[in-house]
């Protein structure tokens, strides 16, 4: 089977735990259901992570440096 | 020629820039002769105003302006050209077409394609490069050989050619072996009992019938004996990267997924223009990327390359917030916005209405389209502040 983080499209997924997914909320004063969303099923998600989860996203951004975005895993 | 000091670098880091805008006052007074530390300070103060003033103003309607931004280079754009204008003469979609079918998110592209880098050892010799076209690209029956029917004999005989047998199996030494390989392959895909000997195999109805016979014929050329289904050709080329050359594969055709497991095919440089495979394979984060990429492509193709990256990144972001690829439009975005107005707005306004009457929905006018409609402030820029006026008392000179 072919590692999906490996190719260059896709940037790093990781398990936000819980302590930082309200930090993150509380910053950006937005419910958790106000994120973008990812599917439970989608190739790039860490094995770990299940619905309800919020992933932290580290993009090489086209525009600054490296961006950082979240979203929710949902079914 | 100034010399980047821990001091001139504390000044520059001390400012709110983001990296990139850094590295770029760094090189700027790393090039100028004697910058003194306070003049290093103003440079990077100037940078910092400069950028904090072009920066988005909250409640800015970014949404339009990109709409306009990509829109009016969009006019100038070519509505029908694909002829062998992309790499290694094959058809691309290009132009107007091609940034519909983006925003669309149609499910297969006008004419899809690959792009196939490979790995080291097959990157840079042509025999192992080619080893990996024939894996790829579907070789069928006309290929291989020539077919004759005998109609006398309600026979179908295959002559293969053993020098094309011996190129596309390269690993497989007998051609006896390929040619039986092939007859099995006749076998289980047509249902019939076929007689080798030696690079020729020979097959035929069970019952004698002339139309069973074509049909068998018919069937025989449509059956893929190596290779991806879905790749009709295959175009090799040699490229100059910055890494030296090496050969890089350009396909008609894709079928992502089955492309990335072959061996010998680069999986993390290897991409494709339709973006659901990348859905598909690499997930909603790489389709985002995809989407970007394709429609910046597009639009420099074009000569259209001053349009704002940004502009069509918040339309990628839009397009992948839900997880999966929602279009632009009717079945898309607009067509799932919670206002019943907005909706009613853009397309097929009857329809929308006398839905949303038969369920009785409402409309909290939240939206910019149903204020308009109604004819109240949009919230938005100005729109969206309240101002109030406050008295201030002669003696304090504090507001009450």
Known sequence: ?75 | MTEITDDIEAVVEDTNLPKRLKDQVYSTVDERDGVTVEQADQIAKAVENRYLDTRVDPLDPVGTVSAQSIGEPGTQMTMNTFHYAGVAEIDVTQGLPRLIELVDARKTPDTPMMTVFLEDEYADDRERAHEVVWGIEATKILALGDISTNVADMRVQISLNEDTLQERWPRVDSTDEIAGEIAGIIEDSLGVTTVQDGTSVEFGPEEPSYRDLLQLVEELRDITFKGIEEVSRVVIRKEELDSGEEFVLYTEGSAFGDVLSIEGVDASRTTCNNIHEIYRNLGVEAAREAIINETMDTLEEQGLDDVNVRHLMLVSDIMTNEGTIESIGRHGISGSKDSVLARAAFEVTVNHLLDAAIHGEVDDLNGVTENVIVGKPIKLGTGDVDLKMGSFSRQSGQAD
Do not use: F
């Not at chain 1, 309200?22 to 099923?41: F, G, Q």
């Open chain 1, 1 to 75: 089977m072919v590692d999906v983080s490996q190719h260059n499209l896709v940037p790093e997924h990781s398990v936000l735990d819980e302590a930082e997914v309200d930090e993150v909320l509380a910053e950006y004063d937005i419910d958790r259901t106000d994120l973008p969303k990812i599917k439970r099923a989608d190739p790039a998600l860490p094995d770990e992570a299940e619905v309800g989860n919020v992933i932290e996203i580290i993009r090489d951004s086209r525009t600054t440096d490296q961006a950082v975005v979240y979203r929710l895993v949902v079914e």
